[in-house]
């Protein structure tokens, strides 16, 4: 039962982000990736991990696609007004997806599929357990992370900021 | 037992389903006769005695109305968006507890569809997914007025997401839980979680008026600007919907605010009740009172709308980014001095 429906989803992301490649125009490419992240939100669920999966849900599905949705929206972007790329960028994004195909057969090989990792507490996803395990043995990575986020988000803002003689 | 344990669900659901239908139902009629009361008139009263099957009519106006769509637009879309309002609207209910557990022919019913250990985030990703349905259809409709409304809601939704999110990680360390069942448990009686909370409470409402799109914050359709914004396009039964849901997640709201922070089913004075009624009755009684509660958050926000008028733009957003964020911080910080120092005494 589990491994079918693990199946079915598996199948069920592979297509939607098919899809977001796929499909021509920008805003059906940004709901298709909305669908490809739901299913991962069932991925995590089917391994029972209920805080991941619902923090997945609000953080990519409940709030950095509704920005992508955003912009896109506000650029309106179609086939007529969509900028002609350069040789250039195309030929960097091809290296790119090289390079990203070649670490994950990479990492594929690394795999033991005749020994696989068993999960050794069932029900480590739980908030409780993974609270616990990320303020006492994670707690440098964890607090290392947020200051990360921090500075990132200060980058951004000071980026954005207008010069303030151009006003 | 696992076959008794479907069926109660199934119940529970349909129930639950159905309620919040009514409940929407009649929130349309009690708003208009709450307008009329507010601005001293009498409000519909020709359908049915003092107007109660006008609710009926106006569903049978909706539905036999024409139904236009777009030349431009794009179908499937222009249908998904009402129809994913309306979804989102109605899935938030599975989490919260209507009542405590009642014993009905021998087995012990919980009076809630799921208790998952992640309730209150649960809702919160319901509620950020209901943008959706918003963005989804007023960019589908190919107007500029629509689109200019879905963007508005994306920017109103993300921003008064952050508020939200910081007043319930105050809440947070108050109930030391994400589950809504035993948050309420612990509020027995009148030690209700607004006591120790009121700040948080006051923002977490702040943000759920601008999350349903309520007056003074629903510039996603502000008629003086943007013509009927997001739903500019749309007719019939697929603006009926629009329309519903925005109740829908009213009375949603209502019921999750009494339940964080008005303690849900818990009165003072309910040990003694119980006592007196049985299992099956004073649990019930909770519910009406938890129902009671929620009439009066709807009848609040129907005050709000019919009092307050509407925010601009820049207002709103300096609202959200500069008052609420700031003081629900501080909020946070409060909170954790104290419960350190409660502790340590």
Known sequence: MNISLFYLVAFLSIFFSLLVIFSKNPVHSILYLIITFFTFTIHYILLNAQFLAIVNFIVYMGAILVLFLFVLMLLNLNKDSEPLKSNLLKIIGVIGGMCLLVTLVGSTKALHLSNPVVLQTQNLGLVKNLGKVLFSEFLLPFEVSSILLLSAMVGAVLLAKREPNNV | ?345
């Open chain 2, 1 to 345: 037992m696992e076959l008794a344990l479907i069926i109660e669900k199934f119940i529970l659901i349909t129930v639950v389903f159905a309620l919040s239908l009514v409940v929407a139902m009649y929130s349309t009629l009690a708003e208009r006769k709450i307008a009329a009361f507010l601005q001293d008139r009498v409000g519909p009263n020709r359908a049915g005695p003092g107007g109660m099957f006008q609710p009926l009519a106006d569903g049978a106006k909706m539905f036999f109305k024409e139904e236009i769509i777009p030349e431009q637009a794009s179908k499937f879309l222009f249908i998904a968006g009402p129809s994913l309002a309306i979804l989102t609207a109605c899935t938030g209910s599975a989490v919260i507890p209507w009542g405590d557990a009642i014993a009905v022919a021998g087995r012990i019913v919980d009076l809630q569809v799921t208790d998952i250990n992640v309730g209150i985030l649960y809702i919160f990703g319901v509620v950020s997914l209901g943008v959706y349905g918003v963005m989804i259809g007023g960019w589908a409709s190919n107007n500029k007025f629509s689109l200019m409304g879905a963007i508005r809601a994306a920017s109103q939704n993300i921003s008064y997401e952050i508020p939200m999110g910081l007043s319930i990680i105050a809440l947070l360390l108050v109930t030391n839980t994400l589950s809504l069942k035993e948050i309420t448990a612990q509020q027995h009686g009148w030690h209700w979680n607004v006591l120790y909370q009121p700040l948080g409470f006051l923002l977490f409402m702040i943000c759920s008026f601008a999350e349903t799109n309520r007056t003074p914050f629903d510039l996603p359709e502000c008629e003086t600007e943007l013509v009927g914004g997001y739903h500019t396009e749309y007719s019939s039964m697929k603006l009926g919907f629009y329309l519903f849901a925005e109740y829908i997640n009213m009375f949603i709201s209502s019921a999750v605010m009494a339940t964080l922070y008005f303690g849900g089913y818990n009165y003072p004075g309910m040990d003694w009740v119980n006592n007196l009624l049985g299992p099956l009755w004073g649990p019930l009684i909770g519910v009406a009172v938890l129902f009671l509660k929620i009439f009066v958050f709807i009848f609040f926000f129907m005050w709000v709308r019919w009092t307050v008028p509407r925010f601009r733009y820049d207002q709103l957003m300096n609202l959200g980014w500069k008052v609420l964020i700031p003081l629900a911080i501080a909020n946070i910080v409060i909170t954790g001095i104290w419960i350190t120092i409660s502790d340590k005494l």
